[in-house]
């Protein structure tokens, strides 16, 4: 169950100050998150909300167990209102239908709470109709603005906010997360180094594909220092079978850098490493690998990189690669 404390440690600034505006009882009545995916900007809100309605709050530390508490918990709480977009954006009907909730009283309270997921895709006509209630908001009225796009807000209702701004996650954040939501700690470490977007490196680290990519692709460094007759067989049996979208393939070739660059850490004396599960062997090749052989090796995997990205036929990139590897 999520709390203040957790919330900190993704966005320290963002909910200092809102845990201090909750203290000293000066909350705004319009609030514009503004921040990348996956930064938590939803979970605040959604926590800011359950705060503000719980009765039973100890200090500004919400009960968790109150009527109030589980409603919000289970996205039912007659206040507290959802908009998301219909389609590719929010429509005015959809303005219409809070401006309509704003002139009755609220079900449980006077309070009442409305949070604008991606409201950067508000229509024109849509904002233009949400500046009434942002310029004659309601005493006990809250309106939380999420937006990954803070320029496309129309600047009348942006300076009627007070705007937040959300920083990326850090990769051990992400990847602390993630084990606590059961995620094994390999593709945890893997899934956090590929994006700061919380969400999707859960997708990821729970995809089975995802988890077959990286027993490939150690599969493939393995054998170019152990078996290197057989990596053209692992090529063509394996990796153009497993990778063949070319997002699949770039994805391929970032596990297969992080292999290396754990190579260098190791030499380097640096213990934060991807590969953690494989630090002995790791270990062993770093001693057989000097550093300008790993360098070269990371050029060339780079060089697949923006070959793949100008439409290089994949195989052919592939088979070069591996030649530029096996030589090395």
Not at 113 to 125: E, F, P
Not at 222 to 229: F, G
Request: glycine residues 4%.
């Amino acid at each position: 169950m999520t709390d203040w404390k957790q919330l900190e440690e993704r966005q320290p600034t963002v909910v200092r100050m809102v845990m201090n505006s909750f203290k000293k009882d000066r909350l705004s009545h319009a609030y514009l998150f503004d921040g990348g995916a996956g930064t938590g900007k939803k979970d605040i809100a959604v926590h800011m909300a359950k705060t503000y309605f719980c009765q039973e709050r100890d200090g500004i530390d919400p009960c968790q167990t109150c009527k109030d508490c589980k409603r919000v918990d289970s996205g039912n709480h007659p206040d507290l209102h959802l908009v998301e977009p219909d389609g590719q954006s929010i429509k005015i009907d959809q303005i219409r239908k809070l401006q309509k909730e704003f002139s009755y009283l609220g079900v449980e309270s006077n309070k009442k709470v409305y949070i604008l997921n991606h409201s950067d895709k508000m229509t024109t006509q849509a904002a233009n109709s949400l500046l009434k209630f942002l310029e004659e908001p309601g005493k006990m009225t809250m309106a939380i603005l999420l937006t990954e796009q803070k320029q496309h807000i129309l600047p009348t209702i942006y300076s009627r906010c007070q705007v937040l701004t959300f920083r990326p996650l850090s990769v051990s954040n992400i990847e602390k997360e993630l084990v606590n939501e059961g995620i094994t700690s390999q593709l945890a470490k893997l899934a956090s180094q590929l994006t700061n977007d919380k969400g999707k490196a859960k997708e990821l680290a729970t995809d089975d594909w995802f988890a077959q990519a990286r027993a490939i692709v150690i599969q493939l460094t393995e054998e170019l220092k152990e078996r290197p007759h057989q990596v053209f067989l692992t090529i063509h049996d394996k990796w153009l079978a497993h990778f063949k979208e070319k997002s699949q393939l770039d994805m391929g070739l970032n596990l297969m850098l992080f292999w290396y660059k754990d190579l260098m850490k190791i030499q380097l004396q640096d213990e934060r490493i991807v590969y953690a599960d494989y630090k002995d062997k790791l270990e062993r090749y770093a001693l057989q690998f000097p550093r300008k052989r790993i360098s070269e090796h990371m050029m060339a995997i780079l060089d697949a990189k923006r070959r793949l990205s100008a439409n290089t036929n994949p195989q052919f990139v592939m088979e070069q690669l591996v030649l530029r590897l096996r030589e090395g």
